[in-house]
């Protein structure tokens, strides 16, 4: 069963700039959540997609959008980039249960300039 | 609040020492916990997943326990390996946040040949 797929996997962008992330989950998981990690905050939750539609929110500006596809490919998107952006952006991918078990992708690198 | 704290934040142990990691939490009320390894760079590798309902699970070296009531889980590994240095990070699924994982800060592992 292959796994959680993250692309790309590497992005440097210059401030001002839009960037989006795309996250695989693992096949007949129905959740995508995304996380960003910094070696300040740590890992911090963004959101949550279950069947198309935005379940959770975590406490991130506006500017922090996302969507999921009916195949349940979710996409991120990054607008007006700030230095403060740079950071490992993860993606954890779900049956959609709560008690479930959670398994992540290997992430993307986003470095903003 | 709910908090989770993992405290030493980086650990030193020669080869085949069992390692002791440990993670508090402020609120009892949760789904399940899950410990997760994370490589430098890389993404998080599920290791153990324990429900609401449990005290431990057990995988290979690998044992984890959670008490409730005393705010703790401890993740034990048996006889340490070159290989198990990593940072270990604790994460909660809370009954009122859904299906969003709070995390420690992870304790950085050092096995030393």
């Known amino acids: 069963k292959a796994g959680v797929t993250q692309t790309p996997r590497y992005l440097i962008k210059t401030r001002g700039q839009q960037v989006t992330l795309s996250c695989s989950p693992i096949s007949g998981h129905r959740s995508v959540s995304w996380y960003q990690q910094t070696p300040g905050q740590g890992l911090q939750f963004l959101f949550e997609y279950f069947s198309e539609t935005q379940r959770n929110k975590g406490n991130f500006p506006g500017r922090f959008s996302g969507r999921q596809f009916s195949n349940s490919r979710s996409e991120m998107n990054v607008s007006t980039l700030e230095l403060g952006d740079s950071a490992l952006y993860l993606c954890?991918?779900?049956?959609?249960?709560?008690?479930?078990?959670?398994?992540f992708g290997p992430g993307t690198r986003l470095t903003v300039t | 609040k709910q908090e989770v704290t993992q405290i030493p934040a980086a650990l030193s142990v020669p080869e085949g020492e069992n390692l002791v990691l440990n993670c508090s939490f402020t609120d009892s009320a949760i789904y399940n916990l899950q410990w997760f390894r994370q490589d430098p760079g890389k993404g998080l590798t599920s290791l153990l997943l324990i429900q609401s309902s449990q005290r431990e699970q057990t995988s290979g070296r690998l044992n984890a326990s959670l008490d409730k009531s005393s705010g703790r889980s401890t993740l034990y590994i048996a006889a340490s390996q070159p290989g198990d240095s990593a940072t270990y990070l604790c994460a909660f699924l809370w009954e009122a946040a859904g299906n969003k994982l709070t995390f420690g800060g992870g304790t950085r592992v050092l096995v030393k040949p």
């Open positions: 954890a991918s779900s049956s959609g249960q709560v008690w479930h078990e959670q398994y």
